[in-house]
């Protein structure tokens, strides 16, 4: 009898029949299923593996623009932002009519549709540039332009269309001639896209043929005021069993023309004031032909699947683009206004209470647009990493949320003054819509980044999981044994590498990356070690205890977030003026990182165990990763902001120029130019100064008081506001 029979028979079967009685690894619905097979395994596999292929991160791709759409960027863009004045918008409430027309002729809508299609053909990174721009102009203008090239008819025709139907709606929806929208929230569905209870019964119409009618109540839906062709999501039900599939077929996403009689479009929800389109859908008795589906007959049933492999790629493209677009506004703007703005005599960039929070703007803008690209440049490569995306949704949303705020205590009162010279409160506005879209950021954190990604991501899980449900004696016992060899080659690497501090990993790169890859694997033993240690000790409860798992997702989103940012400091030429960047963006990671482990340690169990995490933590605070960012980093960080135009482009690259941000530039110039002038004024007073000298102050001063000054208006039209 061979040594695997033995153990088969002694060991596996005994531990096969525990786990599934007492259900101690965790079940997975045929949702969850969808869910977790919907996109693909990228880096997220690497960083689980507690042993990550630095190599092969760092050769991935990182995208740039084809002439092509740097040319739309620089051209109509550009134009399409000059024509929009984000003050007008929010006063009249709706985009311009020329802007809307504007983005119908120039294919906005179309982005993401080929060009055989009659569409632009973007990649996912040009599409991106385009959103990121059009949201340091405007969040009306960029989430208008945004959802049609989101989830919505256009992605899932190109996915699982019938060809007779991409040929008919694909070139509509790419000239603008049709409006589209995607309604899948309800009031009982939110995050939960699962619970839908808008409902489609098959039935046959009077002259035989079989019909779909349809109850629907839908919110929170953008562009459903307008829109002429509806994406929809409902429930399917065939109770006649007129299909031969059974009574309950699943979710189905049709596409329902906004003209058919049942449907109510009349009202409209307001969103924090901002006023891009967003509707309740309603709809009572509304009948669509079965080849309205999405995908016709076939597509009947698999819109489940559909939905979670739109969403797995969709989370990547379009709130990043937002939020990244935002954030540089908001950091732009601070950097810039505290050179010209002046208090007790000084730049109130010099400040080191201000410059501290400049500081860690700039370094926030630099790690979220590295993980942006690098995310992009994956989505390109055909990777659909569904759970990188929901690393970058939820970060890029709550740092663009931190970023504004940031930004707006340093203009003080001037940002909280409304009027056409605030650049900064609309945005701010937008911050929480942005959290609550494609899923709630506290479900995100606490769900999918590691609760999914934790058995989809293991190299073992996930397999061990399937074994039990197929009752699979001999794939489990693989799995499991190989699991076991993972698990103790991890305890030891943690070991190894917390004992050197990282220092026994070879690093790919030189320099100060180095020293950074060394802690990332290190972070990444320690990582896979206490996963599998905790999925050990909670099992099936794991899904339950969210706290935790939240902690665990912020370690594997930080790793995600560093690893991206390394990626960019190589791929841009390790340049000496963002060493500083790199240094703070890093080691403010590798600190929210000690602090996620320490909650680990202090909370993943109790008793003798829990005694024993607990001085793990303990060990923790002895030898962390990482160490509170250094002041004189950020002032560093803050001074090539406000005196560097060549790091300032290039860290806000990508960003309307135009109007406010246009005299900002100016005003910064100007300070610059004439800070010897200022000088001697302050020093030796105004009557040593020059006819010359006179006229550059009288300018400056100018420019100064046009910056710092806000809004005010007249008694009637205040109230006619």
Not at 44 to 64: A, H, Q, V
Request: with cysteine.
């Amino acid at each position: 009898m061979s040594f695997k029979t033995l153990r088969t028979n002694y060991v596996t079967k005994p531990l096969f029949k525990t786990l599934k009685r007492k259900g101690l690894l965790p079940s997975i619905s045929d949702t969850e299923k969808t869910a977790l097979r919907a996109g693909s395994v990228w880096i997220e596999g690497e960083l689980f593996s507690g042993k990550p292929d630095f190599e092969r991160i760092f050769s991935y791709n990182y995208p740039t623009l084809s002439k092509e759409e740097q040319a739309f960027l620089d051209n109509e863009v550009e134009e399409v932002c000059a024509m929009t004045d984000d003050w007008e918008v929010f006063y009249t409430r709706d985009l311009p009519e020329q802007v809307w027309k504007y983005l119908k002729d120039k294919s906005f809508f179309g982005m993401i549709i080929p060009k055989e299609h009659g569409g632009l053909g973007f990649s996912a990174y040009g599409h991106s540039c385009v959103i990121e721009k059009l949201a340091t102009c405007s969040q009306v203008l960029a989430i208008t332009v945004m959802v049609p090239n989101s989830l919505g008819p256009a992605e899932l025709l190109l996915r699982y269309g019938e060809e007779n139907q991409k040929k008919y709606y694909l070139p509509r929806l790419a000239n603008g001639s049709e409006i589209p929208c995607f309604a899948l929230t309800e009031p009982e569905a939110g995050s939960d896209a699962a619970a839908i209870r808008s409902h489609g019964t098959i039935f046959k119409d009077t002259d035989g043929n079989l019909k779909i009618k349809l109850q629907f109540e839908k919110r929170y839906i953008t562009l459903g005021a307008v829109a002429t062709v509806i994406g929809l999501a409902f429930v399917c039900k065939d109770p006649e069993n007129l299909l031969g599939r059974g009574v309950d077929l699943g979710i189905t996403c049709a596409l329902v023309t906004a003209d058919k009689n049942g449907i109510d479009q009349s009202r409209r929800h307001d969103p924090m004031g901002v006023p891009f389109i967003n509707a309740p859908l309603i709809g009572k008795d509304v009948i669509i032909n079965l080849d309205d589906v999405i995908g016709g007959l076939e597509g009947i049933g698999k819109g489940w699947q559909m939905l979670m492999e739109s969403l797995a790629v969709g989370r990547g493209i379009s709130l990043p683009s937002t939020s990244t677009g935002g954030s540089k506004l908001a950091a732009f703007v601070a950097s810039t206004y505290s050179v010209v703005r002046y208090q007790f005599g000084i730049a109130i960039g010099k400040f080191e209470g201000v410059a501290e929070v400049i500081g860690r703007l700039g370094a926030e803008v630099y790690v979220l647009d590295a993980a942006k690209r690098f995310t992009l440049g994956a989505i390109d490569d055909g990777e659909k990493p569904a759970v990188a995306n929901a690393i970058m949704k939820y970060h890029s949303t709550e740092k663009f949320r931190k970023n504004i705020m940031d930004a707006m205590d340093i203009q003080g009162g001037a940002a909280i003054i409304m009027g056409p010279k605030n650049l900064l409160a609309h945005a701010y506005y937008g911050a929480p819509i942005a959290i609550t879209v494609e899923g709630a950021n506290i479900i995100t954190r606490t769900l999918i980044q590691f609760g999914q990604g934790m058995i989809r991501c293991h190299p073992y899980a996930y397999a061990e999981i399937e074994a039990i449900e197929k009752e699979d004696i001999d794939a489990f016992d693989t799995y499991f044994f190989e699991h076991l060899s993972h698990i103790i080659r991890n305890m030891f690497r943690a070991c190894i590498l917390g004992i050197s501090r990282g220092h026994l990993h070879k690093p790919q790169n030189r320099g100060i990356t180095a020293r950074y890859e060394q802690k990332l694997a290190w972070c990444s033993a320690k990582f896979a070690c206490m996963s599998d240690i905790a999925l050990g000790l909670m099992g099936s409860g794991m899904k339950k205890r969210e706290s935790v798992s939240g902690r665990f997702a912020d370690v594997l989103s930080q790793m995600y977030l560093l690893s991206a940012t390394l990626k960019r400091f190589e791929a841009e030429g390790s340049l000496p003026a963002d060493e500083v960047f790199l240094k703070v963006g890093m080691e403010e990671g590798f600190r929210k990182i000690d602090e996620a482990f320490l909650g680990i340690h202090q909370n993943l169990s109790g008793g003798l165990i829990g005694m024993l995490f607990r001085f793990k933590g303990y060990c923790g605070r002895i030898n962390p990763m990482g160490r509170a960012v250094n002041d004189r980093d950020l002032h560093a960080v803050a001074m090539l902001l406000a005196s560097d135009e060549n790091v300032r482009n290039r860290v806000f690259s990508n960003m309307y120029r135009g109007g406010r941000i246009e005299e900002l530039n100016e005003a910064v110039e100007m300070m610059f130019e004439a800070r010897d002038v200022i000088r001697k004024r302050k020093k030796l007073g105004e009557n040593t100064l020059s006819v010359e000298e006179k006229k550059i102050l009288e300018k400056t001063d100018a420019l100064q008081q046009n910056i710092i000054a806000v809004d005010s208006y007249t008694n009637e039209d205040y109230f006619r506001c």
